[in-house]
């Protein structure tokens, strides 16, 4: 942290029931040279990484969907969210993660995957970084079931959907996942279907 527009005063842990959630108060230099005193909170759950499987022959792409809290606390009737496969980061780089989480909740085991891009998603209160890949997939490669880890409390359902049905899944809301949406749009962009 080399900004010297930002004096970090303090940093007190709110919760660390989950992840850690953080109050930081420090100091601000404005545009016009003056200073100010702001606090914020910051939740640190670690980065994670996203991937789509897509199949240029099929044109089809693999999707999950599994039940969100945080959703259904905020209008989703079911809590069900359809998303692209993701992970936090363990002790491991991005793409060992990608893969591990690739076969534990879609069951298919990857040897290649592609990295397209890194964004923040919601820079305001969190810290996340998620790294977003591609990668191809065909029938040889499943491995097992998939659906998660029961250790992990995830039951994962596994969809195979036409590339063009989830572009309009988009549009008419039933995909609403930010992280699926990027990466749905960036194959639609870069034309990795055909």
Same mark, same amino acid.
């Given at each position: 942290m080399t900004n010297p527009a930002?004096?970090?005063k303090s940093s007190e842990i709110l919760s660390d029931n989950w992840y850690i959630l953080k109050k930081i108060v420090f100091d601000y230099q404005k545009k016009d040279g003056s200073w100010e005193t702001q606090s914020r909170e910051v939740y640190d759950r670690g980065n994670g990484a996203t991937i789509l499987l897509?199949?240029?022959i099929q044109k089809t792409v693999i999707l999950i969907r599994?039940?969100?809290m945080p959703t259904f606390v905020n209008g989703n009737e079911t809590g069900m969210v359809i998303e692209a496969c993701a992970g936090l980061l363990e002790e491991e780089n991005a793409e060992e993660c990608i893969k591990r989480e690739t076969e534990e909740e879609?069951?298919?085991?990857?040897?290649? !995957?592609?990295?397209?891009?890194q964004a923040y998603m919601s820079p305001g209160s969190v810290t996340e970084i998620i790294h977003f890949f591609v990668a191809e997939y065909s029938k040889d490669m499943k !491995?097992?079931?998939?659906g998660g880890l029961s250790t992990e409390h995830e039951n994962i359902d596994v969809l195979e959907i036409p590339f063009e049905k989830a572009m309009q899944m988009i549009e008419n809301g039933e995909i609403k996942d930010a992280k699926t949406i990027m990466l749905l749009q960036y194959a639609k962009i870069n034309n990795l279907l055909g």
């Amino acid at each position: 942290m080399t900004n010297p527009a930002i004096k970090i005063k303090s940093s007190e842990i709110l919760s660390d029931n989950w992840y850690i959630l953080k109050k930081i108060v420090f100091d601000y230099q404005k545009k016009d040279g003056s200073w100010e005193t702001q606090s914020r909170e910051v939740y640190d759950r670690g980065n994670g990484a996203t991937i789509l499987l897509y199949n240029k022959i099929q044109k089809t792409v693999i999707l999950i969907r599994q039940f969100r809290m945080p959703t259904f606390v905020n209008g989703n009737e079911t809590g069900m969210v359809i998303e692209a496969c993701a992970g936090l980061l363990e002790e491991e780089n991005a793409e060992e993660c990608i893969k591990r989480e690739t076969e534990e909740e879609t069951g298919y085991s990857l040897t290649e !995957v592609r990295k397209v891009f890194q964004a923040y998603m919601s820079p305001g209160s969190v810290t996340e970084i998620i790294h977003f890949f591609v990668a191809e997939y065909s029938k040889d490669m499943k !491995v097992s079931e998939g659906g998660g880890l029961s250790t992990e409390h995830e039951n994962i359902d596994v969809l195979e959907i036409p590339f063009e049905k989830a572009m309009q899944m988009i549009e008419n809301g039933e995909i609403k996942d930010a992280k699926t949406i990027m990466l749905l749009q960036y194959a639609k962009i870069n034309n990795l279907l055909g």
